[in-house]
């Protein structure tokens, strides 16, 4: 199963990391090898890609992530993170981990003043 981790209340221009934890058979099964992303609903909009992460590192950014997110993976603790840095309100969403079909139930990440 995947669980996502660390969202919360946070100013504008604000940080904050979010983790996605692999665990259960499918953390030896499939993480070394599958790429891993993070996704994010607003209200009312549909799940988008934010970034990912492939197995050897490659990494890929939405428009709206680049130069402010960065999106990380650590082989021994089965885990990804999103380090997401000036936040801005349009960042506000349920933020969400991918991995090969599994997804987890989603870390709601709220921008605000």
């Known amino acids: 199963q995947l669980m996502e981790s660390g969202g919360g209340l946070v100013q504008p221009e604000g940080s904050l990391t979010l983790s996605c934890v692999v665990s259960g058979s499918i953390s030896d099964r499939l993480f070394p090898h599958s790429t891993v992303g993070w996704y994010r609903r607003a209200a009312g909009n549909e799940r988008d890609l934010v970034a990912e992460?492939?197995?050897?590192?490659?990494?890929t950014y939405a428009d709206s992530a680049k130069g402010r997110f960065t999106i990380t993976r650590d082989s021994k603790k089965k885990t990804v993170y999103l380090r997401m840095t000036k936040v801005k309100p349009e960042d506000t969403a349920r933020y969400y981990c991918?991995?090969?079909?599994?997804w987890g139930q989603g870390t709601q990440v709220t921008v605000s003043s």
């Open positions: 992460i492939t197995s050897w590192e490659a990494t």
């Open positions: 991918f991995m090969k079909g599994h």
